[in-house]
């Protein structure tokens, strides 16, 4: 690993053999120290895996598993792989995990052509409600291999129909059931899923890409302890770790995602993301983590009460893990790019969200989503959550006035300056 008068000198080389990327990297550091980042899939990875991303493990090709490798010089890989598999196992209460998928698209992908036939029925969340386009968007690839039949959330409260969700599995008897998703903020009855599986006789699935580290914290619910055949999350997201994606699983499917992942789907795994991936693990499983978590979660309910308290109005009306929705054109009168773009003037960078059956193209859609992964990574607490909530819709209740923009983006900058980005 280098050390910090390595790792200066080689940026100190950077900005003279390559000065418009260095800009570029100087520029994006400035942005993210700032500003302040919103968006509830990102996060500012632990300080630790940074180095571990432009280690030595990035030269080294490791096609395969441990102990069963096609290219030579594998002692240390096997060393990295073996520990990231073992600390998934412990974290995650699992019985076999599959840590090389490249992010978290190829390790959906690998589930579902591990475990099923082209053609297959798959029972997924529609999109508009808080799915993902790897549960089967028209648009994705897996949209086009597969047979997506969709469920959808219900009443204020915004959650699953899960009656309706019943009804539709005993009539079209899907091979799997997946549930997981991008933008629904209330927790999953996993039991009832599970139930509703057993009585059609279908494999389960839970994506938890967004809340695995919340998952890995324990202050949300680990849908292997109800008795999920898979779990899927990625590592970047709440989790903190490297970009890439981690497939836990009951012991009897190990042997069919091994293969599905590689030689199926992937080639060479990136070993430098395996080693961070490991780190992470160890990080994730201390009480350290688990303050994070439980601190994601009461910052999350700090600014839902925020945002309420100035008449916006969320979709749910409230949130259950870390993220939130905002109805931008029922509270603001502006779509929700309008509203992204308002909000990236005074340097928070959130994004435009679909709602559910939208009337408004992704594009222009009708909301915004908001998350607090990042902030509390970043040390900030409920009573900067209060301040965040003010600014957000102080903006959006004027969009087009640039000098109070001007004022609230200069209140951003002081609240952020507070609190370094844990390894900038
Ligand atoms: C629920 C869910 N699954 C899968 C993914 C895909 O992950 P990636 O962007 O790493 O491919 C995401 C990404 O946001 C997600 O939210």
Redesign the pocket.
Known sequence: MSSNMDLNRLREDLAHKDPDLFSALRSEEDRQQLGLELIP?ENYCFPEVLPLLGSAFTNKYSEGYPGRRYYGGQPNTDIIETLARERACTLFRAEYANVQPL??????QAVYLGLLEPGDTILAMDLSHG?????GAPVSHMGRLFNFVRYKTIGARGDIDYTALEETALKEHPKLIVC???SYPREVDYARFQEIADKVGALTMA????VGGLVAGDVLENPLDHGFDVM?T?T??SLRGP???LILCKAKHGKAIDASVFPGLQGGPHMNQVAATALTLKLAATDDFKVYARNVLANAQALSQALCDHQVQLITGGTENHLLVLNTVSSFGIDGRKAQEVLDRIELTTNKQVIPDDPNPPVRPSGLRLGTPAPTARGMGEADMAIVGRLIASALRHPDDDAHLADLATEVQALTARFPVPGL
């Not at 799915?131 to 549960?135: A, E, K, N, R, V």
């Not at 994506?207 to 967004?210: L, T």
């Open positions: 899939s992010s978290g698209s190829p390790m959906n799915g993902h386009l790897t549960h997981g998703h991008s994506d938890v890409s967004h899927t990625t970047h997201k970009r890439g994606g």
